[in-house]
Nanobody, 121 residues
Framework: QVQLVESGGGLVQPGGSLRLSCAAS????????MAWNRQAPGKQRELVAS???????YYKESVKGRFTISRDIAKNTVYLQMISLKPEDTAVYYC???????????????WGQGTQVTVSS
C-alpha cells in the first residue's frame, strides 16, 4: 500500500505564490521519481514538473522560472514552489510517484487525490 497526501492548494491572486506538498507513505523499496501534474477545466492533464531519484528535474516550458520542484528524501515528500502565478495556472494539481515494489522490484505509479489551485482576482 502506497498513499499520497497532498496539501498547499488554495486561492491566490495573480502574481502570488503557493507551495504544494505531497508526502508518500506505505511500503515500497524506493522512490524512482516524483512529479506534479495539473488538469484545468476542459483541458487534458499535463505534466508540470518532475524530479528523479537522482535529482534530475523537468519543467513544462510555460512554468520555467516560476515553479520549482524539490524533494525531501528522508520524508518521502515532494514540493512544488509556485511564484508569479497566473490565471492560466488554475487547475487541480496532482502529485504522482513511481516506486519500486518491495515484493517484485518492479515500478508502480501512484496518484494523489489532487489539490485545487485557483489564481484569480
Amino acid at each position: 500500500q502506497v498513499q499520497l497526501v497532498e496539501s498547499g492548494g488554495g486561492l491566490v491572486q495573480p502574481g502570488g505564490s503557493l507551495r504544494l506538498s505531497c508526502a508518500a507513505s506505505g511500503t515500497f523499496f524506493s522512490i524512482y521519481a516524483m512529479a506534479w501534474n495539473r488538469q484545468a477545466p476542459g483541458k487534458q492533464r499535463e505534466l508540470v514538473a518532475s524530479i528523479t531519484s537522482g535529482g534530475t528535474t523537468y519543467y513544462k516550458e510555460s512554468v520555467k522560472g516560476r515553479f520549482t520542484i524539490s524533494r525531501d528524501i528522508a520524508k518521502n515528500t515532494v514540493y512544488l514552489q509556485m511564484i508569479s502565478l497566473k490565471p492560466e495556472d488554475t487547475a487541480v494539481y496532482y502529485c504522482n510517484v513511481v516506486v519500486k515494489s518491495t515484493v517484485d522490484k518492479d515500478n508502480y505509479a501512484y496518484w494523489g487525490q489532487g489539490t485545487q489551485v485557483t489564481v484569480s482576482s
